[in-house]
């Protein structure tokens, strides 16, 4: 969670590691996603830091970007190293928590399973997902399961129960293939490894938001 200045500079270079660019700050009409995901990481600064005016304002600002760009991504979810790659419809529940460094696609949506118990009370069941994991185009993640570190969800996958770490799945209903590791992303503990020899200010935040 970003609470401080140097917090927040880090989500903005991991961001920017992952989605591999190596200008100083994206160019507008052109870096779009570059810029919806900079504008997410102000927006979780502002707002957890307690500034009103500017959390408004950057509230603003996500929701007219993701709207063009078919987002809709509450604050907090993503931790650091986020990499979306491709405008398209993205939906991520607001209790959802993802860890770091996320390579997630378009189409997908990772949603509540929400329901009414016994007693009347409104249950809220959302996904918690591990560091390094990728997430294909049209995956859809629903309900109270608990994907690991190093997931691979691949294409048009349906998924509403546990995943241990280092599996990958597909298909409807969902099958798991342990250790297949075929699938090409950034979401590997080596992209952390590359990022820290290039920013090795970081080392030490980085630790603590493991």
């Known amino acids: 969670m970003i609470t401080d200045k140097q917090t927040l500079q880090l989500y903005l270079d991991t961001d920017k590691f992952a989605l591999g660019m190596n200008r100083r700050f994206p160019i507008p009409f052109i870096d779009t996603v570059w810029i919806y995901e900079r504008t997410l990481r102000y927006y979780e600064y502002h707002r957890n830091v307690g500034n009103k005016l500017s959390r408004c304002y950057y509230s603003f600002l996500l929701r007219r970007r993701g709207e063009r760009l078919g987002f809709s991504i509450s604050g907090n979810c993503f931790g650091p190293g986020l990499r979306i790659n491709h405008y398209g419809l993205l939906i991520v529940n607001a ?61 048009n996958a349906v998924v509403n129960k546990d995943i241990p770490s280092n599996n990958t799945v597909f298909g409807i209903p969902m099958q798991m293939h342990m250790n297949r590791r075929d699938i090409i992303t950034i979401a590997t503990p080596s992209i952390e490894e590359q990022f820290l020899n290039k920013y090795p200010q970081y080392k030490e935040l980085m630790r603590k938001i493991q």
């Open 95 to 155: 209790k959802a928590r993802i860890g770091k460094w996320c390579d997630v696609h378009q189409g997908v949506n990772i949603g509540e399973n929400g329901y009414i118990d016994e007693l009347g009370h409104a249950v809220s069941e959302v996904p918690q997902i591990g560091d390094f994991c990728f997430i294909g185009p049209g995956a859809k993640i629903f309900g109270k399961c608990h994907i690991g570190d190093n997931v691979r969800i691949g294409v």
